[in-house]
């Protein structure tokens, strides 16, 4: 990867576009957006797409970069592909031009923009994170719930990469439980084990076309919706 040399030009914004909803972009994001030269867009699965979609207007005809990154289980394959982008990036920073990297919800959660922070720190580049708001705050919102009340305690739990699930579905506090996939079904069979099946709600598309709001387990099952932009929030029994 080539290294910036001399004056710093160019810099990075990581651009939080929120949960789905266009209005839930802030204004922030947009003034970012618009100043920008080059817009980042990652290409690896629907949420870029949705991504992509609230910014559209905001473009004005500005150059688009599509970032393509591996979902390959090796380690190795995802680094060098986030290596590629970033080299991409660097390009144009060098030549004095401001890239936005756009990411659907929140830069700093669960998001592959946070790699390519990284790497362009490293180098020496200036950066700034735009914030966006997430998918489970919109899911309590539209839920009508608390995320955390009083001193309770929050986890976020990815739920289709934790080996030790069991571990962390007994831990105290409230939970959300994301990026679950396939994964969905057996973990709300443990949560029923657990006694919590009237304490977890679920959110699907949440701001999005289609959305859907379960207020429990049982409910969702009658009716179910699973994949990426399925979440479940569990409330800690008291």
């Known amino acids: ?67 393509r990154f591996a979902m390959d289980k090796e380690i190795d394959k995802r680094k060098e592909s986030r290596l590629i ?49 997430t998918s489970y705050t919109a899911a309590a919102a539209a839920l009508g719930i608390a995320l955390c009340e009083s001193e309770e305690a929050l986890m976020l739990i990815p739920g289709g990469h934790s080996e030790n699930i069991d571990d962390l579905l007994r831990c105290r506090g409230n939970k959300v439980i994301m990026k679950s996939g396939e994964s969905l079904v057996c973990i709300l069979e443990k949560l029923k084990e657990l006694g919590y099946s009237d304490k977890t709600k679920l959110a699907h598309r949440v701001t999005m076309n289609g959305q859907r709001l379960y207020a429990s387990i049982e409910e969702y099952e009658k009716s179910p919706e699973a994949g990426y932009f399925t979440l479940a929030l569990v409330k800690e029994k008291r």
């Open 1 to 67: 990867m080539k290294k910036a040399v001399g004056m710093i030009k160019g810099k990075l914004y990581g651009i939080g576009a929120g949960p789905g909803d266009p209005e839930l972009l802030t204004i922030k994001a947009v003034k970012a957006i618009q100043k920008c030269n080059v817009i980042a867009v990652p290409k690896t699965g629907d949420s870029e797409g949705i991504a992509f979609s609230i910014i559209e207007k905001y473009l004005d005809k500005k150059e688009l970069l599509e970032c």
């Open 85 to 133: 982008v970033a080299n991409h990036i660097i390009q144009f920073l060098d030549d004095g031009k401001d890239v936005g990297f756009v990411t659907l919800g929140d830069p700093t959660t669960y998001s592959t923009y946070m790699y390519i922070h990284e790497l362009i720190v490293s180098h020496g580049f200036g950066t700034e994170i735009i914030p966006g708001i």
